[in-house]
Nanobody
Framework: QVQLVESGGGSVQATGSLRLSCAVS????????MGWFRQAPGKEREGVAT???????TYVDSVKGRFTISRDYAKNALYLQMNILKPEDTGMYYC?????????????????????WGQGTQVTVSS
């Protein structure tokens, strides 16, 4: 059973930065997707950024140029560097992993594809 544990959330003012981390219990699969998702109160969970086993990344349009997803195999970690934060970035951020399917091309941003989820870390951006 893969376990994911997020950290790094907090409260910042607009234009500030945060770096989220996700500790992954194992990276034993050769083909996988990892992703960051967020959920604001009253809204559906949405995909923010994904990274595949081939290193290909995807971003939702609203964070392009501001957020960067990366991974560190040696540390079994996934990261999300968030710069120039906006109040609309506020929400619970979740790390997720997809191991059960072979993905050809970019990793999917839809929550339904992902097998394992962390408990989430709260990000609050004030204006």
């Amino acid at each position: 059973q893969v376990q994911l544990v997020e950290s790094g959330g907090g409260s910042v003012q607009a234009t500030g930065s945060l770096r989220l981390s996700c500790a992954v219990s194992e990276y034993t699969y050769s083909n996988f997707c990892m992703g960051w998702f967020r959920q604001a109160p009253g809204k559906e969970r949405e995909g923010v950024a994904t990274i595949g086993s081939d290193g290909r990344t995807t971003y939702v349009d609203s964070v392009k140029g501001r957020f960067t997803i990366s991974r560190d195999y040696a540390k079994n970690a996934l990261y999300l560097q968030m710069n120039i934060l906006k109040p609309e970035d506020t929400g619970m951020y979740y790390c997720a992993a997809l191991f059960s399917r072979v993905i050809i091309g970019a990793c999917p941003p839809s929550t339904g594809y992902y097998d394992f989820w962390g408990q989430g870390t709260q990000v609050t951006v004030s204006s």
